[in-house]
């Protein structure tokens, strides 16, 4: 602080100007310099792209070697790994097969039940789709209850028992093919379709008389018909389709009764 000297330095007389200049610190501040020799912007990568290493010899990036993009695909668009490998989701079936629910399969056995002259391949009649059946039980229900009828306990314990003698019918029947208990379930739900037109029918038109017995006949022949062949195409059982349609027949009666009374 001594070699700042006096307040008059700063300030100078009272009766003088004022003195704005700095004082004298003694020795020479000595700023450090840097050397600018150097290049102010990054190494130029563009070098080792001009001569690309062979693929698989430590390049980090072969412009020649890959066409793919970060995200795994190639410039066509198709994932890598080859052309029948694609995304995981791609394989992948839709969600109403993997919930055991198949449109095309339950358009086609309707058709057959709706027409039983009508061929239908032995494939679809086997596959064990509990939609459909499960969709007309309901309806028919729902048909009968707007008729003043709660029958929903009759058509399930008339349906598993008729299921079950039919199984057990059939597994003593049939040589050629195996008889699966879904399969059973599945064509005698679909061959309900004929008594659900019957119970929309009844809320309309009481079919208890003449008329209603000519109808509920017609009903009970069209779906043991349509039983009988969609048994005899899933199951190969040739020139034994007579023999199976008297029971469907004694089982869809009872489905009439319980509709017209």
Known sequence: MSQFGGPNDFYGAPDASYNFDMPEFGQELNFQTFDNTQATVPPNYDAAYANPPAQGLGGFYDPTAYTE?????????????????????????PLLEELGINPNHIFQKTLAVLNPLRGTEQ??????????????????????????????????????MGCIFFYCLLSLMVTRSQVTFGAVASVLGYCLLPMVVLSGINILITIQGTLGLIVSGISIFWCAISASKLFATAFSMDHQQMLIAYPCAVLYGGFALITIY
């Not at 007309?136 to 314990?157: M, N, Q």
């Open 69 to 93: 993009n970060s995200y795994g695909q190639d410039q066509s668009g198709k994932a890598a790994g080859g052309a029948g490998t694609g995304n995981e989701f791609d394989d992948e079936p």
């Open 123 to 160: 494939q679809i009649l086997q596959d064990t789709d509990m939609a459909g059946p499960l969709v007309f039980c309901l309806t028919l229900g729902g048909f009968l209850l707007l008729s003043g009828k709660v029958t929903f306990s009759y058509i399930y314990g008339i349906g598993v």
